[in-house]
């Protein structure tokens, strides 16, 4: 088909042209004919001040899901300047398909007279357009910094939505969820928010555990939604009943998402089948993988006390320790750190330490102070003297890399730790980098 296709250039219209670069751009093999793109490119260079509105959108929609044309700078120069001299016969598919695709390219985003005209025709076009031309406005605008801005556009997507709202399937819905969240306009949107988190209830039980972590994830930063009209109760008991088909990374970041919300920390519902679908991965996990479960349990106060889950991942850990780069290390002894029952196991503790002693000089900031918080909290370590001279040593040194939440934790920590009279230059470099 691709030999036939590049034998046709003189026979290709406008109206075939279109028709084919949109639907060949769906077959991922033809992504990789470098030739056939640039022949169709080229093409499609000659023929867009010919094209209809619907050709346009046709011709952009397909070229921008082909990574190797979006640089092609004089083609999308010229498309953007047929779309916006036929904008006033475009119908709601033209805008759509637009927004969509100009969207998706880099050199076009800064060209604000491009996005005011799309603009203004999706607002003028909102009673007219269907689902889905709202959900790829929405999707497409919400990647232009310039369309951001624009107060009467958003609130007539925000108008469609709340309109389809009971429409949407799931991927549309994540879409909407994920454009206006960028928005400052929408976020206090009311309405809006009830409707689509009213239809994230009724889809939850149809999401897949990607798109149930996206849900929350968006939902979770919808000021107006957090406590009213989110449905959190739906969400933890879908991704309660999809846990035992999870893989480690779902695990660690159905576990980060949900941390973030104040609402799941204490939910029965979502973190014991999440604790023991942990406990069987543990096997298959890398170190990496294991300290991001160790730190991400740790914040839910239904698991703090589970000693079966503590004790597994202890003794998961324990070998894995001396290989340990600076991030994992960290996390294991903060997560560690939180958990009251851990604090006797010495061999854990004490790998820990040795590890931090020899890996001190590759900490971020960052590491290095979740390292002073978590082993303050220790007897055993708190009191280790070669540990904190040389963390102490250490936090002088990369206190500039430090924001305030990591400098106050390295205060509360040298507070606690039996060697703070020795630290008195590290509280003295802590004090000038916070002021």
């Not at 088909?1 to 639907?23: F, G, H, K």
């Not at 700078?73 to 927004?99: H, K, P, T, Y």
């Not at 939850?204 to 555990?209: H, L, N, P």
């Not at 298959?284 to 589970?306: R, W």
Request: aromatic share 8%; proline share 4%.
């Amino acid at each position: 088909l691709v030999n036939r296709i590049l034998s046709l250039a003189p026979e290709l219209e406008a109206d075939r042209l279109a028709m084919l670069v949109n639907r060949l751009s769906r077959v991922h093999y033809a992504h990789s004919k470098g030739e056939l793109w640039v022949f169709l490119a080229d093409k499609a260079l000659f023929r867009c001040s010919e094209m209809s509105s619907n050709e346009l959108g046709n011709c952009v929609n397909g070229f921008s899901r082909v990574p190797a044309i979006l640089g092609h700078r004089i083609l999308w120069r010229e498309l953007a300047s047929a779309v916006v001299f036929s904008s006033e016969r475009m119908n709601g598919d033209d805008v759509s398909f637009a927004a969509s695709g100009l969207s998706s390219v880099p050199s076009l985003l800064d060209e604000d007279a491009l996005w005011e005209t799309l603009a203004d025709r999706a607002a003028t076009l909102i009673n007219d357009m269907l689902p889905q031309n709202i959900v790829n406005c929405i999707k497409g605008f919400s990647k232009v910094p310039a369309a951001l801005l624009m107060v009467d556009m958003w609130k007539s997507l925000a108008f469609g939505a709340t309109h389809y709202g009971a429409l949407l399937e799931p991927e549309q819905l994540l879409d909407c969820v994920g454009g206006f969240t960028k928005v400052s306009t929408t976020h206090n949107d009311v309405r809006l928010w009830t409707s689509l988190s009213a239809r994230a209830s009724v889809l939850a039980e149809r999401m897949d555990v990607p798109q149930v972590l996206s849900s929350v994830a968006g939902f979770a930063q919808a000021p107006s939604g957090l406590d009213r009209s989110v449905p959190w109760e739906a969400l933890a008991g879908r991704a309660a009943i999809l846990a035992s088909e999870m893989s480690p990374v779902e695990v660690i970041r159905t576990v980060s998402e949900f941390t973030r919300v104040a609402t799941f920390l204490a939910d029965n519902i979502v973190w014991i089948p999440l604790c023991w679908r942990a406990i069987s991965l543990l096997p298959t996990m890398s170190p990496e993988q294991l300290a991001a479960c160790i730190y991400g349990f740790a914040v839910s106060p239904v698991l703090v006390e589970n000693a079966a889950l503590w004790e597994n991942f202890a003794l998961r850990a324990l070998p894995n320790v001396p290989a340990m780069g600076p991030s994992p290390l960290a996390l294991c002894v903060y997560g560690f750190s939180r958990i009251h029952g851990t604090a006797g196991m010495v061999d854990l503790w004490k790998a820990l330490a040795d590890r931090a002693l020899d890996g001190l000089e590759g900490m971020s900031g960052h590491e290095l102070a979740l390292c002073m918080a978590g082993f303050s909290k220790v007897p055993g370590t708190a009191r280790n003297t070669a540990l904190w001279s040389s963390m102490s040593l250490a936090a002088k040194h990369r206190v500039k890399e430090m924001d305030r939440v990591d400098i106050a934790c390295c205060g509360d920590a040298l507070s606690m730790a039996a060697s703070a009279q020795m630290a008195e230059e590290v509280w003295q470099e802590l004090f000038t980098a916070l002021w």
